[in-house]
Nanobody, 124 residues
Framework: QAQLVESGGGLVQPGGSLRLSCAAS????????IGWFRQAPGKEREGVSY????????YYGASVKGRFTISRDNAKNTVYLQMNSLKPEDTAVYYC?????????????????WGQGTQVTVSS
């Protein structure tokens, strides 16, 4: 059983911060790239960020660059997404994914193993 579990979502005011966690069980993240994605109701799943197995390569979607930071702690088998300066447009269910197929790191179709998601709501 290889599972990803997201946590850390919640309600935050515009300009606030949240840190999301993606914890792996049943396998080690040491050799796995991880992508963060988000999906709002009625919208397609959007690539947010990517980190490779050792953390040396990261990518960000244009809408979050400069505000979000992806990191990983392989000893804890966890990947994080630090979200700062949050905007209402960031409201979505956030998912982490692995089983990266080596295509486009911010394309949902490039991943085969997904968590269940955590809700992030940015509202005043």
């Amino acid at each position: 059983q290889a599972q990803l579990v997201e946590s850390g979502g919640g309600l935050v005011q515009p300009g606030g911060s949240l840190r999301l966690s993606c914890a792996a069980s049943g396998f080690t993240l040491d050799y796995n790239s991880i992508g963060w994605f988000r999906q709002a109701p009625g919208k397609e799943r959007e690539g947010v960020s990517y980190i490779n197995s050792n953390g040396g390569v990261t990518y960000y979607g244009a809408s979050v660059k400069g505000r979000f930071t992806i990191s990983r702690d392989n000893a804890k088998n966890t990947v994080y997404l630090q979200m700062n300066s949050l905007k209402p447009e960031d409201t979505a269910v956030y998912y982490c994914a692995t089983d990266y197929k080596g295509e486009s790191p911010l394309r949902p179709q490039s991943y085969g193993n997904w968590g269940q998601g955590t809700q992030v709501t940015v509202s005043s």
